[in-house]
């Protein structure tokens, strides 16, 4: 089942490469999308069985990775419909890019080979490049450069931290996950020590966390919403999954202290970096991009503290990515309506489009964990688990960030969503295929945050038992 | 054999430095081929005893590819005038050099408590891979164009390449050539974006006039 | 006596636990009637904007907060409790932000949700400090725990801060003279009688809680009311606009009820149960008239708005004439605010004045010295509130119409002339039925007091962990007798009187005259006192504090050319602490941000750099 | 029916005699003060004789007062002599009398002085504006040093009833603690000054608009209504100089005879020192009244911190 679901997207890409009707193309995508969603689904019920000599295997883990990729193509794929209608640049590259990465992201997920896993993330980075550049101008070859640059360099210390790892587990011979986590007590210490570093500054700049996030709102300031969405809501998770990966081993190994303090220091200087530069920002894209980095900040955070720390940062993988599917569709939707996504030209959007300005301003409650959301419960699972481990210091830093965060978010988006609108007369036909599609997301997030089901919690609580701690 | 072995590390350390050193683009080129071209021929010295065909293969591969088919995509990708030296570094090259050093200090620094294992290859394998790898960031992160990153990059790559050297007995070559082509791929991308972005704009983080607004859709 | 109602709410620790105890019972008759009134009167009040506007969002939302505010009175597990909180934030952000058109509207509503949600990160930390310590995130689980007394101070801190942003302390007020005009009138009568309520319900949850507490709490406690009163009565004189003024009442307010809290807590610091009841209990009992008096206000205050189109009261004048009703029942709201007899803020007041002189009577000294303290600020706030209120009326209602501009402040639209149920005065029935249902309450409490005094005891009892039957309530009560004895001997005096005079003038008709203007011709109305006018003596007493400044109105020379004055008071704490903080953050910002960092390699250093950090910090 | 007897009998002869003494001083004030400047005076009962035309004569209202202008002076009226009934003077208990009754006798001043001030903006008459703001404003310093009196007597004779606080335990703290309480005299004479808005704060007795604050509010009160200011203003002074001769003069012989002799010889004696300050001294500029009132507030605090020392 595995390999088929890494194969069907593949051979979609394939097939996207032959001359069809742009819009052909998007259903297409869409059927593609669909399937996988329904076989991610089906996954729920039952694991699939390991394959390729357990290279390929799903442990709740991967299944929460996997299910984010499903729930975050399916509304690219339905947002496309309605974004092709006015786009006419040639979508061949596009398409087929989108479907690569997504075959690469099931790849990440379900690789139980350390090596592997490599492959896929870097070639995650090699597919999502295009897409950044869709729009060939000056400002997203830059952006994409610089995401290139940045993550090319973050591969190679990952490339080299996996070789260090090979190293320390020498004696297991391979770097299957479970070989190596049934080894633990053979590894080599400081060998291990050596890579750890280097795969979680590595993964980190993928992941785009403090210092390591310059390429962020650069990228997606200048990408279409939807190829944002699935970077800040699928490729950077992609990578975290990487580092959760190496918390296994180093819970194993009892190197649990020496990566939580890394995690640690790296997650509050991401919530540190985006409370300080937010405030200045007046574009509502790059103001997103900066939560992306909060919300990758929020993630290693509760990996580093443990416990229900880790559950909260696998709820919050789920809640993240469904709160970037809002967001960011929704400044997608703002920048097309507009030619604009600067807060000096967009204004009022809550009188000329109600349904994209009521948006607006879900995306602000959702991206800052408020109430009817879900993020708001992943949030505070991770603060509890600061004050439970007690972090005092850590803990009153992080919520000084969130609020400066806060504030910066909520001024550029309140600036946006009220006011007198800029220029009622050339109101656009709002679309309703890019509605339905962020209303839906929306909706999820609204269900997880005042209802987690069953099977969720069972299946982030499995997770967790995996990580240890 | 180790003798050789550890002779080649200390060059490919010393060609990172240089590189570092060096202000104009065809010089940095021409160092980083002969660097590649030394390095491939470090398979040859591993296995003292017989060397293997999969030795021969993997060095004429990586002399092929590093030493002279990258070095002439970079040649033919720098054949206008205008591109041929380096407009200002972003650190002076003195100053380069001294961080250079750090760097290396701090790799054999880092290096101190962890030991090779198994047949040791040589001792000089961790320390010089990490210096050049350290000394090839410190490259990308000096210069200001677009092509002195790329071999900044390559530098690094090289430096990653003499450490997996040491393990090429204990991974799947498969998995190795996987590796290298993906590495090879990324370049040619960044190549092919190069190409893109010299059309575009001269300096790669010439965002100096960009308009405020000119965000895409 | 405790109702607890449990179900099962499936989000990580959540529990859907409610608990009706005697404290949550005094909150949630405040939000009962107050949603009620509030509502209906808003029925009428948005008439104006009916197919302007979108009204089912605006009804959706005054409902949802009705609700949350029912949830956050009666929860008894922390996530649940901080979900309806956050609710709150968000429904009364979407009601302030009515109309979005106006920039202070915007920037009410902006601030608000700031300031709001901040405060919340606050409440993180403090609720789950004390499931930490109490192992549960039920509330009555934690009631049973003991907390170490470091912890219980932190968690107090805590709650300060969380919970006084909400309820308006006085540095951490800012969102609150700005919401409250900006917002229209029946939510601005919600939001100061019941929301910020909910940041005192939040301290008293945690008082109740916490049982032991360590001394110094009562002593901060107290201060903060005393501060908080004076600094807002002291600005509520300064202001120009009514429903400013108002604003900055609910700050002076509740410094009184946290003067009532503070007492109450240093009887429980220093075992003086009766202390501890009466403190808690005046403060309590404040709560809930505030919320009658300062909802019966504000909604006088939109009737006057919707007449005049202004919320300048320096534009108003002689209304008493164009609205009597609304004049009479503002009156009775602003004696009851002033806290004089007859009316229901003197019953709160008094009990807290008892139980500061049981403590000046019965504390050690530095005990004395802070009840001392707290009833010479009481003393000052009264003072300063009546001659507030007579700024308020005198120029709102009484006197004669000045000429002036008219805009109005939210954006009112013209009232349709001609419509349904409007009554003598062109004010709706649906404005004035709750307005009178809420006077009519106000003097029912301060003619009556033991309708509520019972519960709130009963409330102040659960805060003070005590059994009431042990305490002497009648000691308290017994003199509130009195002084509705003689309250009713005054009125039975005035009803003398008047007869008195009737019988004296006979039947003769009074003649009706101009008001004598000391021999001066040409008095027109704009000769009146103005509010500013009246208020200046106090102002410039206090201009250091108040940030008061003048512009103009420098007269020179023999013939003077024609000059115009204009004076504000500005807010202290927005003006030296917030805006200077937020320009520095934005600031840095700027200079760190985008646009000054134009290379990659930059970015590339800092990966570079971090590499070697965790290199040196980790592999020594 | 004997119980209510036994309820209102005190009450209503407490009135008597509170009604018809206080207009009484007002006359001494005026005779001292003319024999001072060396005139003849007008008799002491001249007051009474004033009420009496001013309640026969009708009353003219401005176009622009509402019903408050009319229920201002009764209820002013009303509450001053409700506020009296807390009062004791010398024999005369307090007919009401419990613990806290300061706070009640406090806050009737209050009432009364709102509608004061109500009535006066009510006739749109800036003069009156004038006078309002003055006294809302001196009233709050006054109050506040009023306030600081209270506590200081409450913590002296622990108690915070004023049938007590300056009554039954006065003598007892005359006894140890005559600083405290002569701080306390000073401090309540000046606002006894202040609050009755006598020289130096005001003068009662000219009309010129500017330097005033309470006459200037009566301005447009007429007949009826300005014998209930007159009344109620008299009320006013025989209370406070009742609370203040209790003060000063606790002397309890036991022999009701004696007793009445001594406070009245009190009330007199106060009422001749109020003379001889209007006298002798001018009415003070508008700022420095404020810091008059201060100074009384000082006198207060520092009274209250002996108090606490020697606690």
């Known amino acids: 089942m595995l390999s088929l679901l890494i194969l069907i997207p593949l051979l979609g890409a394939l097939a996207m490469l032959l001359p069809v009707r742009a819009m052909f193309r998007v259903w297409f995508l869409c059927a593609v999308s669909f399937t996988y969603a329904l076989i991610v689904a089906s996954f729920w019920r039952q694991l699939p069985a390991a394959e390729w000599n357990g290279y390929l295997a799903l442990d709740p883990l991967g299944l929460i990775l996997l299910s984010v990729n499903g729930l975050l193509f399916l509304p690219v794929a339905v947002f496309m419909i309605g974004y092709f209608q006015h786009e006419r640049r040639n979508n061949r590259i596009f398409t087929a890019c989108l479907l690569f990465l997504m075959s690469m992201m099931t790849l990440v997920s379900a690789s139980y080979h350390m090596g592997l896993l490599w492959v896929a993330i870097e070639t995650t980075t090699l597919f999502s490049a295009p897409l950044i550049s869709f729009h060939h101008n000056r400002g997203t070859l830059e952006a994409t450069w610089r995401y290139l640059l940045v993550c090319s360099v973050g591969i190679a210390l990952a490339l080299m931290g996996t070789f260090f790892l090979a190293i320390a587990a020498r004696d297991v011979h391979t770097l299957l996950l479970p070989a190596i986590l049934n080894g633990a007590s053979s590894l080599s210490v400081n060998w291990l020590k050596l890579s750890v570093i280097f795969l979680f500054v590595g993964y980190g700049c993928k992941m785009g966390l403090a210092p390591m996030h310059s390429w962020k709102p650069e990228a997606y300031g ?140 879900v995306s602000l409650f959702a991206g800052t964990g408020m109430f009817p959301f879900a993020t708001f419960h992943s949030e505070l699972l991770i603060i509890n688990a600061a004050i439970i481990s007690k972090q005092y210091v850590l803990s009153g830093l992080a919520i000084l960030c969130l609020a400066v965060i806060f504030i910066g978010i909520a001024k550029v988006v309140l600036e946006f969503a009220y006011g007198q609108p800029t220029d009622p007369v050339l109101a656009k036909k709002e679309n309703l295929f890019m509605n339905i599609t962020i209303a839906l997301a929306a909706m999820a997030l609204l269900c997880l945050g005042v209802w987690m089901p069953a099977p969720l919690h069972r299946v982030l609580h499995d997770a967790v038992t995996l990580i240890g701690a | 054999m180790t003798l050789w072995i550890d002779v080649s590390c200390i060059l490919v350390v010393f060609l990172a430095l240089s590189v570092l050193a060096t202000n104009r683009i065809v010089g940095m080129i021409k160092i980083f081929a002969v660097q590649s071209f030394i ?64 760097l290396i200090a701090v790799a054999f620094w880092v290096s101190l408590s962890l030991r090779l294992p198994g047949k040791l290859l040589s001792s000089l394998v961790l320390p010089c891979s990490l210096a050049t790898m350290l000394l090839g960031f410190m490259t990308m992160v000096t210069r200001t164009r677009a092509i002195t990153q790329v071999l900044g990059y390559m530098v690094i790559e090289n430096g990653i390449f003499l450490f997996a050297l040491s393990l090429f007995d204990a991974m799947p070559v498969l998995i190795e050539m996987g590796i290298l082509l993906d590495i090879f791929v990324a370049v040619l991308i960044m190549a092919i974006v190069l190409n893109h972005i010299n059309e575009e704009f001269e300096r790669t983080g010439g965002s100096a006039g960009r308009s405020k607004t000119g965000e895409t859709v | 006596m405790d109702k607890i109602l449990f179900g099962s709410w499936p989000v990580p620790f959540g529990e859907f636990s409610l608990k009706l105890d005697p404290l949550s019972l005094v909150f949630l008759i405040a939000v009962t009637i ?198 807002g009565v002291l600005y509520a004189l300064g202001q120009h606009e009514l429903k400013k003024l108002l604003a900055y009442h609910s700050i002076e307010n509740i410094g009184i009820i946290t003067l009532g809290l503070g007492a109450g807590l240093l009887g429980m610091s220093y075992q003086a149960p009766f202390l501890a009841v009466l403190g808690f209990g005046g403060g309590l009992l404040h709560v809930l008239n505030h919320s009658l008096f300062k909802s019966l206000l504000f909604l006088g205050a939109g009737s006057v708005i919707q007449e005049t189109h202004t919320g300048e009261m320096d ?23 002033c806290g004089l007899p007859l009316f229901n803020g003197f019953i709160s007041e008094f009990i807290i004045y008892f139980g500061l002189f049981q403590g000046l009577l019965g504390l050690p000294v530095h005990g004395v010295i802070i009840c001392a303290l707290g009833i010479l600020s009481l003393g000052l706030m009264g003072a300063l509130a009546s001659a507030c209120f007579c700024k308020v009326y005198g120029t709102v209602f009484l006197g004669k119409p000045r000429a002036g501009s008219s805009h109005s402040p939210e954006g009112m639209p013209e009232r349709p002339t001609a419509q349904e149920g409007v009554c003598r005065e062109g004010t709706s029935k649906w404005m004035l039925v709750p307005m009178a249902a809420l006077a009519a309450a106000c003097v029912l409490i301060g003619l009556v007091p033991r309708t509520v005094t019972g519960l709130t005891f009963l409330g102040a009892a659960c805060m003070a962990h005590v059994d009431l039957a042990t305490i002497q309530t009648e000691q308290v009560l017994v003199p509130l007798t009195m002084v509705i004895r003689v309250a009713f001997l005054f009125l039975a005096l005035i009803c003398v009187l008047i007869t008195v005079r009737r019988l004296l003038l006979g039947r003769a008709s009074v003649p009706i005259r101009e008001t004598w203007g000391c021999g001066f011709a040409g008095v027109s109305s704009r000769f009146q006192y103005t509010s500013s006018s009246f208020a200046r003596l106090i102002v410039e007493l206090m201009k250091t504090v108040l940030l008061f400044r003048r512009h103009g109105g420098q007269v020179t020379g023999a013939f003077p050319e024609k000059t115009r004055m204009d004076s504000s008071v500005h807010d202290a704490s927005e003006e030296m602490a917030y805006r200077p903080g937020l320009d520095f953050l934005n600031d840095v910002s700027k200079k760190l941000g985008h646009g000054r960092i134009r290379h990659t390699q930059v970015y590339l250093m800092y990966i570079l750099l971090f590499l070697i950090f965790l290199l040196v910090w980790k592999m020594k | 029916m004997s119980s209510l007897l036994n309820v209102t009998f005190p009450v209503l002869a407490h009135w008597m005699i509170v009604c018809l003494l206080s207009p009484f001083f007002l006359g001494v004030i005026a005779r001292v003060k003319a024999f001072f400047s060396g005139k003849a005076g007008p008799p002491v009962l001249q007051p009474y004789f004033d009420l009496a035309r001013l309640f026969r004569k009708k009353c003219v209202y401005s176009s622009t007062a509402t019903w408050v202008f009319r229920a201002a002076p009764v209820i002013i009226l009303a509450a001053m002599m409700a506020l009296s009934l807390l009062v004791p003077f010398g024999i005369c208990k307090a007919p009401v009398q419990f613990s806290g009754d300061i706070l009640l006798a406090v806050y009737l001043l209050a009432l009364g002085r709102f509608f004061m001030i109500l009535a006066a903006l009510d006739t749109g008459s800036s003069f009156e504006g004038m006078g309002a703001s003055r006294e809302a404003f001196f009233s709050c310093l006054s109050e506040l040093a009023l306030f600081m009196n209270f506590i200081t007597l409450a913590l002296l004779t622990r108690s915070i009833s004023l049938a007590r606080m300056i009554g039954a335990d006065v003598p007892i703290v005359w006894g140890g603690m005559e600083p405290t309480l002569l701080l306390a005299v000073a401090s309540l004479f000046i606002v006894l000054l202040a609050e009755n808005r006598r020289i130096p704060v005001d003068d009662p007795e000219t009309h010129l608009e500017l330097t005033m604050i309470h006459e200037v509010m009566i301005l447009d009160h007429s007949g009826v209504d300005l014998a209930y200011l007159l009344y109620a203003s008299a009320l006013k002074l025989f209370i406070f100089f009742g609370i203040l001769v209790s003060i000063i003069v606790p002397v309890r012989t036991g022999y009701p005879v004696t007793d009445t002799a001594i406070f009245l010889g009190g009330m007199l004696g106060l009422a001749a020192l109020v003379g001889i300050v209007e006298s002798s001294m001018a009415r003070l500029r508008l700022n420095r009244v404020r810091l008059l009132l201060l100074i009384s507030f000082a006198l207060a605090f520092f009274g209250l911190i002996v108090t606490l020392w020697r606690a």
């Not at chain 1, 569709?329 to 030209?345: D, E, I, M, P």
């Not at chain 3, 534009?315 to 605010?337: C, Q, R, W």
């Open chain 3, 315 to 337: 534009h108003m004048g002689g209304l008493a004439k164009a609205l009597p009703l609304t004049g009479v029942l503002f009156l009775v709201g602003a004696l009851s605010i």
């Open chain 1, 222 to 361: 200048q990408a279409t919403g939807m190829v944002v969405v699935l970077m800040a809501g699928g490729l950077t998770q992609c990578s975290f999954l990487a580092l959760m990966r190496v918390s296994q081993i180093c819970y194993k190994t009892g190197l649990s202290g020496f990566y939580a303090s890394i995690l640690l220091v790296t997650g509050v200087l991401s919530l540190v970096v985006p409370a300080v530069l937010l405030l200045g920002e007046k574009s509502i894209k790059r103001s997103f991009a900066y939560s992306s980095i909060e919300h990758m900040g929020i993630l290693v955070l509760g990996l580093g503290l443990g416990g229900i720390g880790i559950f909260g940062a696998l709820f919050h993988m789920i809640n993240n990515s469904l709160a970037k599917v809002v967001m960011f569709l929704t400044a997608g939707s703002v920048a097309q309506k507009y030619g604009a996504s600067h807060a000096s030209l967009v204004r009022g959007v809550i009188h000329t489009y109600p349904v994209t300005g009521v948006f607006l301003l």
């Open chain 2, 39 to 102: 390095l491939s021929f470090v398979p040859l010295f591993l296995h003292a005893d017989a060397v293997s065909g999969r030795d021969i293969t993997l060095s004429l591969v990586t002399m092929v590819l590093k030493a002279i088919l990258v070095p002439a995509i970079l040649f033919w990708q720098i054949r206008h005038i205008s591109m041929r030296s380096e407009i200002k570094p972003l650190i002076g090259l003195g100053t380069s050099i001294l961080f250079g050093a750090v």
């Open chain 3, 34 to 231: 107050l949603a009620v009134c509030a509502g209906a009167y808003g029925f009428g009040y948005m008439r104006p904007y009916q197919g302007k506007k979108p009204l089912g969002v605006h009804a959706f939302f005054y409902l949802l907060l009705a609700l949350v505010l029912v949830l956050i009175v009666t929860a008894n597990n922390v996530i649940l409790f901080l979900s309806a909180w956050e609710l709150m934030t968000i429904s009364t952000f979407f009601l302030i932000i009515f109309n979005d058109e106006q920039p202070p509207v915007r920037k009410a509503g902006f601030i608000y949700l700031i300031a709001s949600h901040c405060a919340t990160f606050f409440l993180f930390l403090m609720f789950f400090l004390m499931s930490r310590a109490a192992g549960s995130m039920a509330f009555d689980v934690m009631a049973r725990t003991t907390f170490p007394p470091l912890l219980a101070g932190t968690i107090f801190l805590l709650s300060l801060a969380g919970f006084g942003v909400k309820a308006g302390f006085f540095p951490v007020h800012v969102w609150l003279p700005h919401a409250h005009p900006a917002s229209p009138s029946h939510i601005s009568a919600l939001l100061s009688g019941i929301a910020i309520k909910m940041g005192v319900y939040g301290i008293c949850r945690v008082l109740c809680i916490m049982k032991v507490l360590p001394v110094w709490c009562g002593y901060v406690l107290l201060m903060i009311g005393v501060v908080s009163g004076i600094m």
